[in-house]
């Protein structure tokens, strides 16, 4: 009998003009918005610079940080924060090169992993924020957040602004880069810590587990139309963009978790480019700049 039941509460909604213009669903609209706007201008540095498994390892990096702060009482974004931003710095003194990077990023995910398991055995009592923090809970965003979420956002751009130029060069073709004076590793790790940021703002949208939904998948999808960064960056923050606004609709039309609606058009959104771009251009995908 319970399957019918679960099932039953999937489905049109009548009630769901006055679902999506609540209050709580203004505040998820414009929280994603943010996190999409961050990843957007993200997007391409961590898909050329091959860092999107540490983008992936870093959101499970920042689940210790937030069951430990469910554990303490502090707020759950704090928590997030010091451990994504503690696993980035780690992750870039520790790992200059693509495998150095690879085993230095599995080594601190499965430090990182193995203090979740122990916060998660101390925090059972608060189960629902442990399923929060796996699966994301939009409609939950506060008013605080919000704010946190505004000054993340125009911090990054604000650090993009000035060192966009010099982090395309190095991100492209990091040995000419420092041959010419340019400081490599001072830009990838003020580039990771930019990315732990965005990383602790979209596991509070997406969750720890459909991270890449916001964070990967629609700079991917941008990659494969324009290899060009400033276009790259407008695409994926579009897409990201409607995948948040149109993925609240469809989820209060139809009573469907938001996280995942979000997360299915971002994959739709990007078969359809790399399908399209390779009908067009003859099957490869571009991956530098044109």
Same mark, same amino acid.
């Given at each position: 009998?319970?399957?019918?039941?679960?099932?039953?509460?999937?489905?049109?909604?009548?009630?769901?003009?006055?679902?999506?213009?609540?209050?709580?669903?203004?505040?998820?609209?414009?929280?994603?918005?943010?996190?999409?706007?961050?990843?957007?201008?993200?997007?391409?540095?961590?898909?050329?610079?091959?860092?999107?498994?540490?983008?992936?390892?870093?959101?499970?990096?920042?689940?210790?940080?937030?069951?430990?702060?469910?554990?303490?009482?502090?707020?759950?974004?704090?928590?997030?924060?010091?451990?994504?931003?503690?696993?980035?710095?780690?992750?870039?003194?520790?790992?200059?090169?693509?495998?150095?990077?690879?085993?230095?990023?599995?080594?601190?995910?499965?430090?990182?992993?193995?203090?979740?398991?122990?916060?998660?055995?101390?925090?059972?009592?608060?189960?629902?924020? *442990?399923?929060? +923090? @796996?699966? %994301?809970? !939009? #409609? $939950?965003?506060?008013?605080?957040?919000?704010?946190? &979420?505004?000054?993340? =956002?125009?911090?990054?751009?604000?650090?993009?602004?000035?060192?966009?130029?010099?982090?395309?060069?190095?991100?492209?073709?990091?040995?000419?880069?420092?041959?010419?004076?340019?400081?490599?590793?001072?830009?990838?790790?003020?580039?990771?810590?930019?990315?732990?940021?965005?990383?602790?703002?979209?596991?509070?949208?997406?969750?720890?587990?459909?991270?890449?939904?916001?964070?990967?998948?629609?700079?991917?999808?941008?990659?494969?139309?324009?290899?060009?960064?400033?276009?790259?960056?407008?695409?994926?923050?579009?897409?990201? *963009?409607?995948? +948040? @606004?149109? %993925?609240? !609709? #469809? $989820?209060?039309?139809?009573?469907?978790?938001?996280? &995942?609606?979000?997360? =299915?058009?971002?994959?739709?959104?990007?078969?359809?480019?790399?399908?399209?771009?390779?009908?067009?251009?003859?099957?490869?995908?571009?991956?530098?700049?044109?």
């Amino acid at each position: 009998m319970r399957g019918p039941v679960v099932l039953a509460r999937i489905g049109y909604q009548p009630n769901w003009p006055d679902v999506f213009s609540a209050g709580f669903m203004r505040s998820a609209m414009i929280g994603g918005v943010l996190v999409a706007l961050a990843a957007g201008l993200l997007g391409y540095f961590v898909i050329v610079r091959q860092h999107a498994f540490a983008a992936h390892a870093l959101a499970h990096i920042g689940f210790p940080g937030a069951t430990g702060a469910i554990l303490i009482g502090v707020p759950v974004t704090l928590g997030l924060a010091v451990f994504c931003v503690g696993g980035a710095l780690a992750i870039s003194l520790l790992g200059k090169r693509l495998a150095e990077r690879e085993i230095a990023t599995g080594t601190v995910l499965a430090l990182a992993t193995g203090l979740g398991v122990l916060f998660n055995s101390m925090t059972t009592r608060n189960a629902n924020s *442990v399923t929060n +923090v @796996l699966f %994301g809970n !939009l #409609l $939950a965003i506060s008013t605080q957040q919000l704010w946190t &979420f505004g000054l993340f =956002t125009v911090g990054l751009a604000v650090v993009l602004a000035v060192v966009s130029r010099p982090l395309v060069f190095a991100s492209v073709n990091p040995e000419v880069a420092e041959a010419r004076g340019v400081p490599v590793r001072f830009l990838g790790a003020v580039f990771m810590v930019a990315l732990a940021l965005v990383i602790t703002m979209a596991v509070q949208v997406v969750g720890t587990l459909l991270l890449f939904g916001l964070v990967v998948t629609p700079a991917a999808a941008a990659l494969a139309i324009t290899a060009r960064p400033a276009m790259v960056a407008v695409l994926s923050t579009v897409f990201g *963009v409607v995948c +948040v @606004l149109v %993925g609240l !609709l #469809l $989820a209060a039309m139809f009573n469907l978790p938001p996280s &995942f609606v979000i997360v =299915t058009l971002s994959f739709l959104i990007w078969l359809a480019a790399i399908i399209v771009w390779r009908d067009r251009q003859g099957g490869e995908v571009p991956t530098s700049i044109a």
